[in-house]
């Protein structure tokens, strides 16, 4: 049984960490709105990019003239994974989730015999990925000195994609990432980029009627790099909402929880105290009677 001393001790540092843990609630939380404000607004124009590539691939006459980023390479060997995740821990099932759902793609691919190739952004799905598919990462990018991601940053990510494409080294390009919901909720996405994905939507149909100037081919050919930054930007920051969301949800589960073991721990301490002075009293008592 623990003395009184160990006792208090453990009583004040699970009392420091509680405090810890509430302060990074409260700072999740005033992170949260802001992160939340630019993922909702970032949808729309990513959404509506898509659409815009959506119609313009159906006006092209000829495929045979359509960009490579629009119908791929034709081939379906080699896939390029891209895992976003985050830098920084302590945000419960965020970063795990995330990496779940690429792995059941990995095991999917690695099962069909095809080639399979990582790029990791973020320090925690690196750490998660390299004992099991360490030899198929062949790019590692994280943003731990940034305090916040631009498009600029997604940029980076898309330029080296778009390279590795016109160099041939694969056919077929996934992002995965969390899409924000609520504090509560965060649905982990895995989202073709090359070929660009075609999706069967009224909103497509309704606007298919536009007429574009110059021609088709040639505003794909400057428009889908241009959506591969967006989307991963998309990626980007839904992935801040979902960090702060889980964080705050975390750390707020972690202050309850501290909340309970100290409860427990005083109780111990109280009667560990009591028992030992009802056991003094027991010895002076005992003393007195045998004089």
């Given at each position: 049984?623990?003395?009184?001393?160990?006792?208090?001790?453990?009583?004040?540092?699970?009392?420091?960490?509680?405090?810890?843990?509430?302060?990074?609630?409260?700072?999740?939380?005033?992170?949260?709105?802001?992160?939340?404000?630019?993922?909702?607004?970032?949808?729309?124009?990513?959404?509506?990019?898509?659409?815009?590539?959506?119609?313009?691939?159906?006006?092209?006459?000829?495929?045979?003239?359509?960009?490579?980023?629009?119908?791929?390479?034709?081939?379906?060997?080699?896939?390029?994974?891209?895992?976003?995740?985050?830098?920084?821990?302590?945000?419960?099932?965020f970063?795990?989730?995330?990496?779940?759902?690429?792995k059941?793609?990995?095991?999917?691919?690695t099962k069909?015999?095809?080639?399979?190739?990582i790029i990791?952004?973020?320090?925690?799905?690196?750490?998660?990925?390299?004992?099991?598919?360490?030899?198929?990462i062949?790019?590692k990018?994280?943003f731990?000195?940034?305090?916040?991601?631009?498009?600029k940053?997604a940029?980076?990510?898309?330029?080296?994609?778009?390279?590795?494409?016109?160099?041939?080294?694969f056919?077929?390009?996934?992002?995965?990432?969390?899409?924000?919901?609520?504090?509560?909720?965060?649905?982990?996405?895995?989202?073709?980029?090359i070929?660009?994905?075609?999706?069967?939507?009224?909103?497509?149909?309704?606007e298919?009627?536009?007429?574009f100037?110059?021609?088709?081919?040639?505003?794909?050919?400057?428009?889908?790099?241009?959506?591969?930054?967006?989307?991963?930007?998309?990626g980007?920051?839904?992935?801040?909402?979902?960090?702060?969301?889980?964080?705050?949800?975390?750390?707020?589960n972690?202050?309850?929880?501290?909340?309970?073991?100290?409860?427990?721990?005083t109780?111990?301490?109280?009667?560990?105290?009591?028992?030992?002075?009802?056991?003094?009293?027991?010895?002076?008592?005992?003393?007195?009677?045998?004089?």
């Open positions: 049984m623990p003395s009184l001393d160990d006792l208090r001790k453990r009583i004040s540092s699970v009392k420091s960490t509680q405090k810890i843990t509430k302060a990074m609630k409260m700072v999740a939380a005033a992170k949260l709105r802001k992160a939340q404000e630019m993922a909702e607004s970032g949808r729309p124009y990513s959404d509506k990019m898509n659409i815009i590539i959506q119609n313009l691939s159906k006006a092209i006459s000829d495929p045979a003239n359509a960009p490579k980023l629009l119908v791929g390479s034709g081939e379906d060997k080699t896939h390029l994974c891209v895992v976003m995740t985050a830098d920084r821990g302590l945000c419960g099932g970063n795990t989730n995330i990496v779940k759902q690429a059941s793609y990995f095991n999917k691919i069909e015999s095809k080639n399979l190739k990791t952004v973020g320090t925690k799905g690196l750490d998660q990925l390299k004992r099991e598919y360490g030899k198929y062949i790019k990018i994280d731990k000195n940034k305090k916040k991601i631009s498009f940053d940029s980076l990510v898309g330029d080296e994609i778009v390279k590795l494409f016109k160099n041939n080294e056919d077929k390009c996934v992002i995965f990432y969390n899409k924000f919901k609520n504090v509560m909720t965060q649905i982990p996405q895995s989202q073709q980029l070929p660009a994905k075609k999706e069967e939507d009224t909103k497509i149909e309704q298919s009627s536009y007429d100037e110059p021609e088709e081919d040639e505003i794909l050919e400057d428009l889908l790099p241009k959506n591969i930054s967006t989307q991963i930007y998309k980007f920051l839904e992935n801040s909402a979902s960090e702060q969301g889980s964080r705050m949800t975390a750390m707020d972690a202050t309850r929880n501290a909340g309970d073991l100290v409860e427990k721990l109780i111990n301490y109280n009667r560990s105290r009591q028992a030992a002075i009802t056991k003094e009293l027991i010895e002076i008592i005992s003393g007195a009677e045998s004089l």
